[in-house]
């Protein structure tokens, strides 16, 4: 089937100067797994009731490195070093100026990281990253993340600046599928992040300088949350690009069709902004007209994952049928399910049912006062982002590593890949479930260990307290054998040629509208629909603000 | 010419996939809301 | 854009879920006032002890109004006053309460009482408590150090 000039584009190898950029930010993103899955693990020891941390350490500072390592540096890193590999390999490879871009962004995160870090350790800044004003952190550690989201917008200009060059350089023709995606989530990211950008540079590096006395407590916390939910879009699009563009091409099939993909990311910069009330929907001060306003949005931005999932199965059982899977479901059998490439990601695509699910539950208006700020929560973004995007992300590096040092995933490291799946799927399991159910009973989520002053319903959470505690153990197995895989693959895999795999579109397909890559309409539709959703309210806030709160300083 | 194609396409295992998740999500839904409606 | 015969059943269903899931919820808000927590009531953090109701924490009885008790806490690192408060079975409670200092939860396990409590505004929810029982209250908002153990006790009594 496949014809020379094909296999010749399979071939297709990221710039090798390109290549050392990704690495430097796929190296950071897996440090940051190892100690932030090391505090996720003590974390669920210590809420077993078994385990006090040593040293002094307290419960609150590693639950701030577990949050801010994996929730922002890892999720962050790898999304960028993922996406300039992508650009770099359907777009061309980065001009001088845009890897210089590349290359300043990564550095003023990183310092921005240090300094962040330093001042959790210190016991400086346990506020976690969500930040919670009024409690006030040192003023570096709200400078440090200042730093990652600037160097991530001077990173993203060159990630912006090759799809400019290439739309130039091809005027009428769509821009290659990844790369497109790739400005979705960039132009998603860099919109939401002005949120919190406001917020700590006018609120909280004022206010924990001394400048100003004072801080507006809820503004800050809209203006977090404004950035809070479509971060979690920012996670998880990368995945959605592996499961659109990587997996069909790995399974020996087309991508189902290219409008549609397209459509549903264009959806998602619409829809996954003015959204963020559905984090505050238990907050005084906001009116439930805007609260439900919101929620209807956020319901809105389920549609294009609906779209997802029908062009995945698509996908998956016309090549199934094409391999000669009969009956209804005799395709699913024809599907690789010994090339870790595929199985892993795919877990991860099955994590997404129930976690959507969960979703759906928790933005449902009144419905939130079941679970908010209950482990439920938590419990769900461990299967959204722990889950749908970690097993895409582990699946998306077992090639792409390989492919940026010359080497290649060998037939132990792909069982390995596998297995690897299949002990965090166990963990997983057991630690979320536990989770979910036990806040239905309404044990909260970032608690140290309590009983409660001898609570008889707070007795009944200890045993799911245990099982997360195991389940935690698991997955910790679980990231010590993806780190092992990943080192193997940096440093000691044999020499040889990993493919970049790259999906082409099903002939069924229809030509894709060019309409997608107006930008004027989106931007504007999506601007406009932030200023729907939050001016009102937002002035409310302002007009009827209480007097502000002084910084506190309680851990 | 396209429309003809589309048609060949067996798409009846992504229906009934389609279909369990959208049960799936009716029925989390409904125990959830069953639980706000039954507490107080 | 053309989309196969079963995509767009697929989206009829998907849709219409979502809609039916946002009527249900929309309604039973805004038609029988089921909403969450929204009050829009401002106090100044710093002196929440002199104002009213905060003066006075603990379950009062009212005449006159849509409910029949109105229970008052206030919250600071880490407690919450009062320690333990009792209501009859079957009353209709108003829960007020704040923050004297950070932002807290105020959650009521096994109910739908969850709040949040954030220095400068009033929280405010309003419930018939209508299964007798002893039920945990909790801070289920990182408020520091001490956080796990800021707890009272509701009593639902016969």
Same mark, same amino acid.
């Given at each position: 089937?496949?014809?020379?000039?094909?296999?010749?584009?399979?071939?297709?190898?990221?710039?090798?100067?390109?290549?050392?950029?990704?690495?430097?930010?796929?190296?950071?993103?897996?440090?940051?797994?190892?100690?932030?899955?090391?505090?996720? *693990?003590?974390?669920?020891?210590?809420?077993?009731?078994? +385990?006090?941390?040593?040293?002094?350490?307290?419960?609150?500072?590693?639950?701030?490195?577990?949050?801010?390592?994996?929730?922002?540096?890892?999720?962050?890193?790898? !999304?960028?070093?993922?996406?300039?590999?992508?650009?770099?390999?359907?777009?061309?490879?980065?001009?001088?100026?845009?890897?210089?871009?590349?290359?300043?962004?990564?550095?003023?995160?990183?310092?921005?990281?240090?300094?962040?870090?330093?001042?959790?350790?210190?016991?400086?800044?346990?506020?976690?990253?969500?930040?919670?004003? &009024?409690?006030?952190?040192?003023?570096? @550690?709200?400078?440090?993340?200042? @730093?990652?989201?600037?160097?991530?917008? !001077?990173?993203?200009?060159? /990630?912006?600046?090759?799809?400019?060059? $290439?739309?130039?350089?091809? &005027?009428?023709?769509?821009?290659?599928?990844?790369?497109?995606?790739?400005?979705?989530?960039?132009?998603?990211?860099?919109?939401?992040?002005?949120?919190?950008? #406001?917020?700590?540079?006018? /609120?909280?590096?004022?206010?924990?300088?001394?400048?100003?006395?004072?801080?507006?407590?809820?503004?800050?916390?809209?203006? @977090?949350?404004?950035?809070?939910?479509?971060?979690?879009?920012?996670?998880?699009?990368?995945?959605?690009?592996?499961?659109?563009?990587?997996?069909?091409?790995?399974?020996?099939?087309?991508?189902?069709?290219?409008?549609?993909?397209?459509?549903?990311?264009? *959806? +998602?910069?619409?829809?996954?902004?003015?959204?963020?009330?559905?984090?505050?929907?238990?907050?005084?001060?906001?009116?439930?007209?805007?609260?439900?306003?919101?929620?209807?949005?956020?319901?809105?931005?389920? !549609?294009?994952?609906?779209?997802?999932?029908?062009?995945?199965?698509?996908?998956?059982?016309?090549?199934?049928?094409? *391999?000669?899977?009969?009956? !209804?479901?005799?395709?699913?059998?024809?599907?690789?399910?010994?090339?870790?490439?595929?199985?892993?990601?795919?877990?991860?695509?099955?994590?997404?049912?129930?976690?959507?699910?969960?979703?759906?539950?928790?933005?449902?208006?009144?419905?939130? /006062?079941?679970?908010?700020?209950?482990?439920?929560?938590?419990? =769900?973004?461990?299967?959204?982002?722990?889950?749908?995007?970690?097993?895409?992300?582990?699946?998306?590096?077992? $090639?792409?590593?390989? =492919?940026?040092?010359?080497?290649?995933?060998?037939?132990?490291?792909?069982?390995?890949?596998?297995? /690897?799946?299949?002990?965090?799927?166990?963990?997983?399991?057991?630690?979320?479930?536990?989770?979910?159910?036990?806040?239905?009973?309404?044990?909260?989520?970032?608690?140290?260990?309590?009983?409660?002053?001898?609570?008889?319903?707070?007795?009944? $959470?200890?045993?799911?307290?245990?099982?997360?505690?195991?389940?935690?153990?698991?997955? +910790?197995?679980?990231?010590?054998?993806? *780190?092992?895989?990943?080192?193997?693959?940096?440093?000691?895999?044999?020499?040889?040629?990993?493919?970049?795999?790259?999906?082409?579109?099903?002939?069924?397909?229809?030509?894709? &509208?060019?309409?997608?890559?107006?930008?004027?309409?989106?931007?504007?539709?999506?601007?406009?629909?932030?200023?729907?959703?939050? #001016?009102?309210?937002?002035?409310?806030?302002?007009?009827?603000?209480?007097?502000?709160?002084?910084?506190?300083?309680?851990? | 010419?396209?429309?003809?194609?589309?048609?060949?396409?067996?798409?009846?295992?992504?229906?009934?996939?389609?279909?369990?998740?959208?049960?799936?999500?009716?029925?989390?839904?409904?125990?959830?809301?069953?639980?706000?409606?039954?507490?107080? | 854009?053309?989309?196969?015969?079963?995509?767009?059943?697929?989206?009829?269903?998907?849709?219409?879920?979502?809609?039916?899931?946002?009527?249900?919820?929309?309604?039973?808000?805004?038609?029988?006032?089921?909403?969450?927590?929204?009050?829009?009531?401002?106090?100044?953090?710093?002196?929440?002890?002199?104002?009213?109701?905060?003066?006075?924490?603990?379950?009062?009885?009212?005449?006159?109004?849509?409910?029949?008790?109105?229970?008052?806490?206030?919250?600071?690192?880490?407690?919450?006053?009062?320690?333990?408060?009792?209501?009859?079975?079957?009353?209709?409670?108003?829960?007020?309460?704040?923050?004297?200092?950070?932002?807290?939860?105020?959650?009521?396990?096994?109910?739908?009482?969850?709040?949040?409590?954030?220095?400068?505004?009033?929280?405010?929810?309003?419930?018939?408590?209508?299964?007798?029982?002893?039920?945990?209250?909790?801070?289920?908002?990182?408020?520091?150090?001490?956080?796990?153990?800021?707890?009272?006790?509701?009593?639902?009594?016969?």
């Amino acid at each position: 089937m496949t014809t020379i000039t094909e296999k010749a584009k399979d071939l297709v190898k990221v710039d090798k100067r390109d290549g050392k950029l990704a690495l430097a930010h796929i190296y950071v993103a897996f440090i940051s797994l190892f100690i932030g899955g090391l505090c996720g *693990l003590l974390q669920t020891l210590v809420r077993s009731g078994h +385990f006090t941390l040593p040293w002094g350490i307290g419960y609150y500072q590693i639950l701030t490195v577990h949050g801010v390592l994996l929730g922002l540096i890892l999720t962050t890193y790898f !999304i960028f070093g993922f996406q300039i590999a992508a650009v770099s390999r359907t777009a061309g490879t980065l001009t001088s100026k845009q890897r210089l871009l590349g290359w300043i962004g990564f550095w003023v995160m990183t310092v921005g990281v240090v300094m962040a870090a330093t001042m959790v350790l210190l016991n400086e800044a346990s506020v976690l990253y969500t930040f919670y004003a &009024p409690l006030q952190a040192h003023w570096i @550690f709200y400078l440090g993340l200042t @730093f990652v989201i600037v160097g991530s917008w !001077i990173g993203g200009a060159g /990630q912006i600046l090759k799809y400019i060059e $290439w739309r130039k350089a091809n &005027p009428g023709k769509p821009s290659p599928l990844i790369t497109f995606m790739v400005v979705i989530n960039l132009a998603l990211w860099i919109i939401a992040s002005l949120g919190v950008a #406001t917020s700590v540079l006018f /609120q909280l590096l004022p206010w924990s300088l001394g400048w100003v006395d004072k801080v507006d407590v809820l503004i800050s916390r809209t203006l @977090f949350w404004y950035f809070g939910h479509p971060l979690v879009y920012f996670w998880l699009l990368p995945a959605y690009m592996v499961w659109y563009v990587v997996i069909p091409k790995i399974i020996g099939g087309k991508i189902f069709s290219d409008s549609l993909a397209r459509l549903s990311f264009v *959806l +998602f910069l619409l829809f996954s902004i003015p959204v963020g009330f559905h984090h505050q929907l238990t907050e005084p001060g906001i009116s439930s007209f805007w609260k439900f306003l919101q929620v209807v949005l956020t319901l809105m931005v389920v !549609i294009p994952s609906l779209l997802t999932a029908f062009s995945l199965f698509a996908t998956f059982e016309i090549r199934g049928r094409m *391999l000669g899977g009969k009956g !209804i479901f005799g395709w699913l059998k024809k599907l690789p399910w010994n090339d870790a490439r595929f199985v892993v990601p795919f877990i991860g695509m099955v994590a997404f049912i129930p976690a959507g699910a969960g979703g759906i539950i928790n933005a449902s208006h009144q419905m939130n /006062q079941v679970i908010h700020n209950t482990i439920w929560v938590t419990g =769900h973004f461990h299967l959204t982002v722990a889950t749908s995007v970690l097993l895409t992300f582990f699946g998306a590096a077992y $090639w792409l590593v390989p =492919h940026l040092t010359g080497r290649v995933l060998t037939k132990e490291m792909n069982r390995l890949a596998i297995i /690897q799946a299949i002990v965090w799927s166990v963990g997983m399991s057991i630690m979320s479930t536990a989770m979910h159910i036990v806040g239905l009973f309404g044990a909260p989520r970032r608690s140290d260990f309590s009983t409660y002053g001898g609570s008889a319903q707070a007795a009944e $959470w200890i045993p799911y307290q245990l099982a997360q505690a195991i389940g935690g153990t698991i997955l +910790f197995i679980g990231i010590i054998l993806a *780190l092992y895989i990943i080192a193997n693959l940096l440093w000691f895999a044999p020499k040889g040629d990993e493919e970049f795999p790259i999906g082409e579109v099903s002939e069924h397909a229809e030509k894709t &509208p060019m309409v997608f890559e107006n930008w004027k309409i989106w931007l504007t539709i999506c601007i406009v629909l932030i200023l729907f959703a939050y #001016t009102v309210p937002f002035i409310d806030m302002i007009q009827n603000a209480p007097p502000g709160s002084i910084g506190y300083k309680f851990w | 010419m396209s429309n003809k194609k589309e048609k060949e396409l067996n798409l009846k295992g992504t229906l009934y996939s389609v279909g369990f998740v959208g049960v799936f999500i009716l029925v989390t839904w409904f125990m959830a809301f069953y639980l706000f409606i039954e507490r107080f | 854009m053309h989309m196969h015969k079963y995509e767009k059943w697929w989206l009829t269903f998907g849709v219409g879920s979502l809609v039916l899931f946002l009527v249900i919820v929309g309604f039973s808000a805004f038609h029988y006032g089921s909403h969450p927590p929204s009050a829009k009531v401002y106090i100044d953090p710093e002196r929440v002890d002199e104002i009213a109701p905060f003066n006075n924490p603990g379950v009062h009885k009212v005449e006159g109004k849509d409910w029949d008790y109105e229970v008052v806490f206030v919250a600071s690192a880490f407690y919450y006053n009062p320690p333990e408060i009792e209501v009859p079975l079957d009353a209709k409670v108003k829960f007020i309460a704040t923050t004297k200092d950070v932002v807290h939860g105020f959650q009521v396990a096994g109910t739908n009482i969850n709040m949040m409590l954030e220095p400068g505004y009033v929280s405010e929810f309003v419930t018939t408590v209508d299964k007798s029982g002893e039920y945990l209250i909790l801070c289920n908002e990182y408020c520091g150090i001490g956080h796990s153990t800021m707890t009272s006790m509701l009593k639902v009594v016969e």
